[in-house]
């Protein structure tokens, strides 16, 4: 379904995807270690200041005019966390000269881009340039709290913090404000070189290319010393059973969000994966689902009800959009459908539509670059290697004693609630 | 049916029109999993005052009438036909514009069955009194989201500030207040006029066999009967040039300021070629002054005043086209003010032929780019068609924009009387 080859170049793993279906070629650089207060930050601005220039153009005029030359070719960056590990990812997205009047060689320049912008970088001595990391920390200072002010991803954060207060998860990608300040242009080139030396490194590469030939071009490019194998340690700490929290908090909002976090107990390391994902895409995942059809079509409560999973860390999340006066209501709702879950109360029609839905879910995942990377990338993080063949097989043998199986494992553990001001002291005005 | 190559693009694209008028198009992409086809009308939520068919009488109906009637579309006598689509594997959605309306559905799997669907849902409307009303509180949430999102509050309220009574102007969804107005009648009056095959577009993208795909559309079309219907008649909207206020601050419970600058532009080409040179122009001259490789983003970067959310666009529809410029920052008013001056010391004379060949050499990519997306090429594609010009003449309309093409943007936009200015900034300050 997928031709992915895996080659390890030294330390950098290759993954190389022939296809001819797009009319760019796409590489993706990702690295990943443990995430940890003592790095989050560092992490966080590292890849801003790489793509902020390299020896040879060493600012963002020079680099941009560069890309635009490469006709328009993108380079992006961002931070995600997987489970307990923290993700930079560099992508570079540049036209096919196939279908442009000159045969410029894109792809190659666009390699040697990367590989400037990793191991060349603008440099003043052995640290970066001042200027550039002042102006990254702001603008990573500016993106921490752009968090607060999109009320829908806020309240997802603030869900998170506090469900896994003490666990590593609880931080954010995007690092934390209060160690900004104290990056220095010294010390973040000290950790761009341990993170080079210690970080799991692959590089994806997508597009009307052949392995040999990006194999060239990483051994070329790419030359990383070898470094010992570490062992990798399991992802999800386990928490012991606790009283459910209930976190309410106040702001001068006009709609109210509900998010509500559950500990699934099923990883993608696990067996039941594939029912998890079932499970989910029964009670919320999708418009045919519970969530969807009981607070929003049925009870009008809500444009949005839904619930996503975190696979790696086995967190199920919950989010909704209500007027403040209905928290009672449409938390009676949710449970109701969780309790249905539990109970076994779904159809086989359910069922079906589930399975017919995450296959075509999978499969349109696959068609664009950038989709299919995040697919394939789940088979690094984790130690169980999942094949996309068998996602589609698996999921369809899921049955529903499976999927009762694991509602069966799934608690409850933290109610969030972001209120307007207005309502009453307990946040629970009536229904 | 009508074939269309495209040759530097590898593209073929198949056409037909309908007996009843509809206009369809296929483009089939091997390779792909996924199917995707929207069926569009020509009707958005700017088309707030119109003759309804069979009458004579020029008619307003309530704001957020056009996104109130994509909801309910949705919901049929017998259950909603969103568990129609998945039963067959298929995720379904729609989304209004100022100028359109659109149902689409992606599959990899039953792709005829779906398209079934989708044909045949959009032309059996199904209102009652009680689903309506149920729909209000659900829309209400959604009013409620945007009016919490400071983003979108500075997006709309520059809009707001460049319009004086153009219906571009009121948010897409309405309000609460005007929502309540709604009933079925008024949804079956707007459905009539403007769901007429006539005055609709089908695009289908993806590993299809064209012949079958066109034949089953011919197939079901013939089994419908729909009255002969006159063009619509809208109602045109006598819009100064000049923005209607120059400034518009709104206080919210924010952290960070954001700031928008607008650009109006005067007036825009009716269709056609013209309209499609006029739109690429206005987008390389704003690619030129504010892509990141531009000397003003450098230098604004460097001072704080603009972050990586900082952006630039231009929409032109149906009678109006205008820019937003800006992004969060930590000074609105003096980002608000570095960007009037960047866009009135402008002139297009000094620009250097090396730079202006590399914005279009991005534009280019960025065009290739936007290709792999079988989303982008029905939405646009039909975009275009609504306005008798064609997405695939994007490349040798770029390959041939000349120097005088953004003069004539830049003279007639970059103006004083042309920019108005939205900023949302914390509240008590």
């Known amino acids: ?269 696990d067996d039941d994966y594939y029912a998890l994902q079932m499970f989910n895409g029964i009670f919320g995942g999708f418009s045919h689902s519970k969530l969807f059809i009981n607070v929003r079509e049925k009870a009008s409560l809500a444009y949005y009800a839904a619930s996503r999973l975190e696979s790696h860390k086995g967190l199920l999340m919950v989010m909704s959009g209500i007027e403040p006066a209905n928290y009672e209501k449409a938390r009676r709702i949710i449970d109701e459908q969780m309790q249905a879950m539990k109970n076994g109360d779904f159809t086989d029609d359910e069922m079906a539509q589930t399975k017919a839905v995450i296959r075509n879910q999978l499969l349109e995942t696959l068609d664009t670059p950038r989709g299919l990377v995040e697919v394939l990338y789940h088979n690094v993080v984790s130690t169980r290697k999942r094949p996309i063949d068998e996602w589609i097989a698996c999921t369809d043998q899921v049955t529903r004693e499976d999927v009762v199986r694991v509602a069966d494992k799934v608690e409850l553990d933290t109610v969030y609630f972001l209120t307007g001001m207005e309502a009453t002291e307990d946040g629970k005005t009536g229904v | 049916m009508e074939k269309r190559v495209y040759e530097t693009l590898h593209e073929e694209l198949f056409y037909e029109k309908m007996d009843n008028g509809l206009d369809v198009y296929i483009l089939p992409k091997k390779g792909f999993n996924k199917t995707y086809a929207t069926f569009t009308t020509n009707y958005g939520s700017v088309d707030n005052q119109f003759v309804p068919l069979g009458k004579t009488e020029m008619k307003r109906v309530p704001d957020g009438i056009a996104h109130f009637l994509e909801h309910k579309l949705f919901e049929k006598e017998n259950g909603d036909v969103f568990q129609q689509f998945s039963k067959q594997g298929a995720s379904a959605n729609a989304f209004t514009t100022f100028t359109r309306t659109a149902y689409l559905f992606s599959s990899t799997d039953n792709v005829e069955k779906n398209l079934e669907t989708l044909m045949d849902f959009v032309q059996t409307p199904y209102f009652s009194d009680k689903t309506v009303e149920k729909e209000k509180g659900i829309i209400g949430q959604e009013i409620r989201m945007y009016d919490d999102n400071p983003d979108w509050r500075v997006y709309f309220g520059a809009i707001e500030s460049m319009y004086h009574s153009h219906p571009v102007k009121i948010d897409i969804a309405g309000t609460v207040e005007s929502i309540a107005q709604i009933t079925k009648e008024l949804l079956y009056e707007c459905y009539e006029t403007f769901y007429h095959p006539s005055n609709m577009l089908l695009f289908v993208v993806g590993p299809v066999d064209e012949q079958k795909i066109m034949q089953q559309i011919r197939d079901n079309q013939a089994k419908k009967s729909f009255p002969q219907a006159p063009e619509v008649k809208r109602f045109a909207y006598e819009e100064p040039s000049a923005v209607a206020e120059k400034k518009k601050v709104i206080p919210m419970h924010v952290q960070t300021n954001k700031c928008f600058v607008g650009i109006k532009a005067p007036s825009v080409p009716e269709a056609g070629e013209q309209k499609l040179r006029h739109e690429i122009a206005f987008h390389v001259a704003l690619d030129y002054l504010f892509g990141k490789s531009s000397p003003h983003y450098e230098r604004l970067y460097r001072e704080g005043l603009i972050d990586d959310t900082f952006m630039y666009d231009y929409t032109e529809e149906r009678g109006f086209g205008f820019a937003l410029v800006g992004g969060d920052t930590r000074d609105a008013e003096r980002l608000a003010s570095e960007i009037q001056t960047v866009l009135l010391s402008f002139a297009a004379e000094t620009i250097k032929k090396e730079e202006f060949e590399r914005v279009k050499k991005k534009k280019i990519g960025a065009f290739l780019r936007a290709l792999n997306s079988p989303e982008y090429i029905a939405n646009q594609f039909t975009r275009y068609a609504f306005y008798g010009s064609n997405l695939f003449d994007i490349l040798p309309a770029l390959s041939s924009l000349a120097m005088d093409d953004i003069a004539a943007v830049a003279s007639s936009c970059f103006r004083d009387s042309q920019i108005a200015v939205c900023e949302v900034v914390p509240k008590g300050q």
């Open chain 1, 1 to 269: 379904m997928v031709d992915e080859k895996v080659t390890a170049v030294g330390p950098v793993r290759v993954h190389t995807i022939s296809t001819d279906k797009y009319k760019t070629n796409t590489i993706v650089w990702k690295m990943k270690a443990p995430l940890a207060k003592e790095t989050v930050t560092l992490r966080a601005l590292l890849p801003y200041v790489l793509q902020s220039g390299t020896a040879d153009y060493p600012s963002v005029k020079a680099l941009r005019t560069y890309l635009d030359e490469l006709y328009g070719a993108t380079l992006n960056v961002d931070l995600t966390k997987k489970g307990e590990h923290h993700i930079m990812t560099i992508r570079i997205d540049v036209a096919n000269e196939r279908f442009l009047p000159e045969q410029t060689p894109l792809l190659a320049k666009a390699f040697q881009l990367l590989a400037d912008l990793l191991f060349r970088p603008a440099l003043d001595g052995s640290r970066f340039v001042a200027d550039i990391v002042e102006q990254e920390k702001r603008a990573l200072r500016q993106r921490i709290q752009a968090v607060y002010d999109d009320k829908m991803r806020y309240a997802n954060m603030r869900l998170v913090e506090e469900m896994c207060k003490g666990e590593p998860y609880a931080l954010s990608p995007n690092g934390e404000l209060e160690d900004v300040d104290g990056i220095t242009a010294e010390g973040l080139y000290r950790y761009y070189e341990r993170a080079l030396a210690e970080d799991e490194l692959d590089l994806y590469v997508i597009g009307d290319v052949a392995e040999d030939a990006v194999l060239n071009a990483v051994k070329q490019r790419f030359s990383l010393p070898d470094r010992p194998k570490r062992e990798r340690a399991s992802m999800t700490s386990v928490k012991p059973r606790r009283e459910v929290r209930e976190v309410i908090e106040r702001q001068d909002v006009k709609q109210g969000k509900l998010n509500i976090g559950y500990r699934t107990n099923v990883t993608y390391e």
